[in-house]
């Protein structure tokens, strides 16, 4: 993987090289129709435009109109033997070895886009959305800050995947404004709830599964085929509004303190990109129950940060470092259990694993951690935060690195603007 070059310049910190290719759907022209395309580079190699050539050659995909889509919701349908027929195409035309593409100055002209000319969309539409609450070093932290110490992280948690079903409509793509949402919270002595834009907005680092061939209602996924209902994986920032949610989630659980925003990054990084970072995940204890146990039980190295940007400033401040690889429940035990009821997952379901925090304080993957709900201050280039105000823009970024080559999915960003009056 680390010798196989493109034909196209990359820079060696590019997220995006012939190793990666990772899908999107984008418009070349604002009047344009939304297509697939895959990031090389500075560029977006348009598929419809490799289709229309007829490149895409092979058994699984020779007649398939899965690339003349508005979405990628009918390619990630196609399942895994189909996705390694695309990618093996890909990385052949776009190898330097290869003349195909890099000869043809006229299909070059049509199906090269720069990057920075485009305008990137939802990469699938997003039937349905649930988030997942998977990082033991979360739980503990926010058992601790609800709760106290005695008992941080229930019983419960350490036998399955804890989620909830957030909002599909409000998932939106990165660059998106977040409107600061208002909503009730926990009033003072005998007053009456307060009312009005949140005081305690925050960012969530997590990322996401989309979800490729799903299954039939009533028929759970096998843990140890889960892995071929995966497509890849984005950034996710599920802001939330922690007043809002403090006050209404008891006994039911999150509702508007979350469902006001989610931002995903436009690019998914596909589980074969990813393979090269496999690694161990961390030991169950005890162990989970029979339909939960995988024979390999992996997670992905992943470096995460989440950068701040003050309203007004131009200079952001790095305010967490973590990864992927700290999650307790597996991507493959959370698809599992989310069918084992018989619950049916379709093409472009959503899939977010919840704040994705590790064992040091700087790893810690929101605002309610770092300040400690606002008891401590965080301190940016001489600016202080316990939450977010307006103005202030969150950008999430995450890479894997190998062998002469980034693997890398973009950025994830946010700016808040002020609740609608």
């Given at each position: 993987?680390?010798?196989?070059?493109?034909?196209?310049?990359?820079?060696?910190?590019s997220?995006?090289?012939?190793?990666n290719?990772?899908?999107?759907?984008?418009?070349?022209?604002?009047?344009?129709s939304?297509?697939?395309?895959?990031?090389?580079?500075?560029?977006?190699?348009?598929?419809?435009?490799?289709?229309?050539?007829?490149?895409?050659?092979?058994?699984?995909?020779?007649?398939?109109?899965?690339?003349?889509?508005?979405?990628?919701?009918?390619?990630?349908?196609?399942g895994?033997?189909?996705?390694?027929?695309a990618?093996?195409t890909?990385?052949?035309?776009?190898?330097?070895?290869?003349?195909?593409?890099r000869?043809?100055?006229?299909?070059?002209e049509?199906?090269?886009?720069?990057?920075?000319?485009?305008?990137?969309?939802?990469?699938?539409?997003?039937?349905?959305?649930?988030?997942?609450?998977?990082?033991?070093h979360?739980?503990?932290n926010?058992?601790?800050?609800?709760?106290?110490?005695?008992?941080?992280?229930?019983?419960?948690?350490?036998?399955?995947?804890?989620?909830y079903?957030?909002?599909?409509?409000?998932?939106?793509?990165?660059g998106?404004?977040?409107?600061?949402?208002?909503?009730?919270?926990q009033?003072?002595?005998?007053?009456?709830?307060?009312f009005?834009?949140?005081?305690?907005?925050?960012?969530?680092?997590?990322?996401?599964?989309?979800?490729?061939?799903?299954?039939?209602?009533?028929?759970?996924?096998?843990?140890?085929?889960?892995?071929d209902?995966?497509f890849?994986l984005?950034?996710?920032?599920?802001?939330s509004?922690?007043d809002?949610?403090?006050?209404?989630?008891?006994p039911?659980?999150?509702?508007?303190?979350?469902?006001?925003?989610?931002?995903?990054s436009?690019?998914?990084?596909?589980?074969e990109?990813?393979?090269?970072?496999?690694?161990?995940?961390?030991?169950?204890?005890?162990?989970?129950?029979p339909y939960?146990?995988?024979?390999?039980?992996?997670?992905?190295?992943?470096?995460?940060?989440?950068?701040?940007?003050?309203?007004?400033?131009?200079?952001?401040?790095?305010?967490?470092?973590s990864?992927?690889?700290h999650?307790y429940?597996?991507?493959?035990?959370?698809l599992a259990?989310?069918?084992i009821?018989?619950?049916?997952?379709?093409?472009?379901?959503?899939?977010?694993?919840?704040?994705?925090?590790?064992?040091?304080?700087?790893?810690?993957?929101?605002?309610?951690?770092?300040?400690?709900?606002?008891?401590?201050?965080?301190?940016?280039?001489?600016?202080?935060?316990k939450?977010?105000?307006?103005?202030?823009?969150?950008?999430?970024?995450?890479?894997?690195?190998?062998?002469?080559?980034?693997?890398?999915?973009?950025?994830?960003?946010?700016?808040?603007?002020?609740?609608?009056?």
């Amino acid at each position: 993987m680390a010798l196989l070059k493109s034909f196209i310049e990359v820079h060696p910190d590019s997220h995006f090289p012939i190793q990666n290719l990772p899908y999107g759907v984008f418009k070349p022209q604002p009047t344009s129709s939304p297509r697939p395309g895959v990031a090389i580079g500075d560029y977006v190699l348009d598929l419809s435009e490799i289709a229309s050539a007829g490149l895409f050659d092979g058994p699984l995909l020779n007649n398939s109109d899965c690339f003349n889509q508005p979405n990628l919701n009918k390619f990630v349908s196609l399942g895994r033997p189909a996705w390694k027929e695309a990618r093996a195409t890909l990385q052949k035309l776009l190898s330097a070895t290869e003349p195909t593409l890099r000869d043809n100055a006229t299909l070059r002209e049509k199906s090269l886009v720069p990057l920075s000319s485009v305008e990137l969309l939802l990469p699938v539409v997003v039937g349905d959305y649930t988030d997942f609450f998977c990082s033991l070093h979360h739980t503990k932290n926010c058992g601790v800050i609800f709760r106290g110490p005695q008992t941080p992280v229930l019983d419960n948690w350490y036998r399955l995947p804890v989620a909830y079903h957030g909002r599909a409509s409000s998932v939106v793509i990165s660059g998106t404004d977040i409107v600061r949402p208002r909503g009730q919270a926990q009033p003072t002595g005998g007053s009456t709830p307060y009312f009005g834009p949140s005081l305690k907005l925050d960012f969530e680092l997590e990322m996401a599964t989309i979800v490729g061939p799903g299954n039939e209602l009533g028929k759970p996924v096998d843990i140890n085929n889960a892995e071929d209902h995966i497509f890849g994986l984005v950034l996710m920032n599920d802001w939330s509004a922690r007043d809002i949610q403090a006050w209404e989630y008891i006994p039911l659980g999150p509702f508007l303190g979350k469902n006001f925003g989610t931002t995903i990054s436009p690019w998914i990084v596909t589980l074969e990109a990813l393979e090269p970072f496999a690694c161990e995940a961390p030991k169950q204890d005890p162990p989970p129950l029979p339909y939960l146990t995988e024979k390999v039980s992996k997670n992905y190295d992943i470096s995460l940060e989440v950068y701040l940007k003050p309203a007004g400033h131009e200079v952001s401040s790095v305010v967490t470092r973590s990864n992927l690889k700290h999650l307790y429940w597996t991507l493959t035990q959370q698809l599992a259990h989310h069918t084992i009821n018989g619950c049916n997952l379709r093409p472009g379901d959503l899939l977010g694993t919840g704040t994705i925090s590790g064992p040091e304080q700087e790893s810690r993957g929101c605002l309610l951690e770092l300040t400690w709900n606002g008891q401590n201050t965080l301190s940016l280039n001489g600016l202080n935060r316990k939450f977010l105000e307006d103005g202030d823009e969150v950008i999430l970024t995450g890479c894997s690195k190998g062998n002469g080559y980034t693997v890398g999915f973009g950025n994830c960003s946010g700016k808040i603007v002020p609740a609608a009056p």
